[in-house]
């Protein structure tokens, strides 16, 4: 079994093929004559968009729609579900993989038809690596439906952990409010999550939408039997859990942006108060100093000596700071 999956790789590099849960040589050749039985079971080819010849696998050898592969052929697209003859074409999203505390997120399209799935992306898909994994070790189910069921629940569960860390983030972020840091630094962390929150949405949202038209039924899934429909309808479930969940965190984050500049406006305005108290302690005593140190005749003759200089010069404006104090204090602005 090994040998056949390396011997796989080797000849038909950027593809990965299971046949009824069993790893199987890609080749072109293979996938003709594996398409051409009847009995051969239900397969998953996965492909890399960056790999060569993957518009002439879709095209020549799969039978795929020219037009499904030339949308196939362009990443940024959002979620969409088309109807092309004998298959399917989805595009659906995923949670890539995870770095520098941004989700890249990673772009799926699919075709289906009665016994094969196909799935391109250019960037790594964990949720697809752990679907084949589970695909081999334990089989997957003899219709296809039900495994185009499987692989749409992992895309769609990979962002149940990426919510968990953004709740993460807002719950350090309250934490951080409730202890007074309000800084630059906390000011960042909210915008970066909000910035996570809608590219989230802008996935996730036309994703259920689309899954509803499934469920409908005013898109006919191949192979879907009358008892499939549940599962899609657990995924659509889902993917309404997560629309309300981001929803609600970006609700959150804003009350939270709220709070922090009302925390920074306090700050500054208890900065201000400070100010403003040194800028009234000092007033008397720029008026102190500037009427003695008038030159005029008398202040000059009669102001003097050292019982003048501790009364006026010291005690005057160490009254005047005490009263002023004492002032500020009793109208509850210090």
């Known amino acids: 079994m090994e040998s056949a999956a390396v011997t796989a790789a080797d000849s038909a590099p950027g593809r990965r093929l299971v046949v009824d849960g069993r790893?199987?040589?890609?080749?072109?050749?293979?996938?003709?004559?594996?398409l051409a039985d009847p009995?051969?079971?239900?397969?998953?080819?996965?492909?890399?968009?960056?790999?060569?010849?993957?518009?002439?696998?879709?095209?020549?050898?799969?039978?795929?729609?020219?037009?499904?592969?030339?949308?196939?052929?362009?990443?940024?697209?959002?979620?969409?579900?088309?109807?092309?003859?004998?298959?399917?074409?989805?595009?659906?999203?995923?949670?890539?993989?995870?770095?520098?505390?941004?989700?890249?997120?990673?772009?799926?399209?699919?075709?289906?038809?009665?016994?094969?799935?196909?799935?391109?992306?250019?960037?790594?898909?964990?949720?697809?690596?752990?679907t084949r994994r589970r695909a081999v070790v334990t089989g997957v189910a003899t219709d296809v439906a039900r495994l185009l069921h499987r692989v749409l629940d992992d895309l769609v569960d990979s962002f149940f952990p990426v919510l968990d860390e953004i709740d993460a983030g807002i719950e350090a972020i309250e934490d951080a409010l409730d202890t007074g840091r309000a800084d630059d630094a906390l000011h960042r962390s909210i915008f970066r999550l909000r910035r996570r929150l809608v590219a989230l949405r802008k996935v996730v949202a036309p994703a259920r939408d689309q899954m509803g038209r499934l469920v409908s039924g005013s898109l006919p899934v191949p192979g879907?039997?009358?008892?499939?429909?549940?599962?899609?309808?657990?995924?659509?479930?889902?993917?309404?859990?997560?629309?309300?969940?981001?929803?609600?965190?970006?609700?959150?984050?804003?009350?939270?942006?709220?709070?922090?500049?009302?925390?920074?406006?306090?700050?500054?305005?208890?900065?201000?108060?400070?100010?403003?108290?040194?800028?009234?302690?000092?007033?008397?005593?720029?008026?102190?100093?500037?009427?003695?140190?008038?030159?005029?005749?008398?202040?000059?003759?009669?102001?003097?000596?050292?019982s003048a200089f501790w009364v006026l010069g010291v005690g005057l404006q160490v009254i005047s700071v005490v009263t002023l104090l004492v002032w500020f204090r009793r109208r509850g602005w210090i």
């Open 23 to 34: 790893p199987h040589e890609a080749t072109d050749d293979a996938l003709r004559a594996l």
């Open 39 to 130: 009995g051969a079971g239900v397969l998953w080819l996965d492909l890399d968009a960056r790999s060569a010849h993957v518009a002439q696998i879709l095209g020549d050898v799969l039978g795929v729609h020219s037009l499904a592969v030339e949308d196939a052929e362009h990443f940024g697209q959002r979620a969409k579900a088309e109807e092309y003859g004998e298959h399917l074409y989805l595009v659906m999203f995923g949670a890539g993989a995870h770095d520098d505390d941004a989700d890249r997120l990673a772009e799926v399209h699919l075709f289906v038809s009665e016994r094969l799935l196909v799935t391109v992306h250019r960037e790594p898909c964990p949720a697809l690596d752990e």
């Open 224 to 306: 879907l039997s009358d008892d499939s429909w549940r599962y899609f309808r657990d995924v659509e479930d889902h993917l309404i859990r997560i629309t309300e969940a981001i929803d609600g965190h970006r609700d959150l984050l804003a009350a939270l942006t709220d709070v922090h500049l009302t925390a920074v406006s306090n700050r500054l305005n208890a900065v201000m108060k400070q100010l403003s108290v040194v800028a009234g302690v000092f007033l008397p005593l720029t008026f102190l100093t500037g009427f003695f140190g008038q030159n005029f005749g008398w202040l000059v003759d009669a102001v003097g000596g050292a």
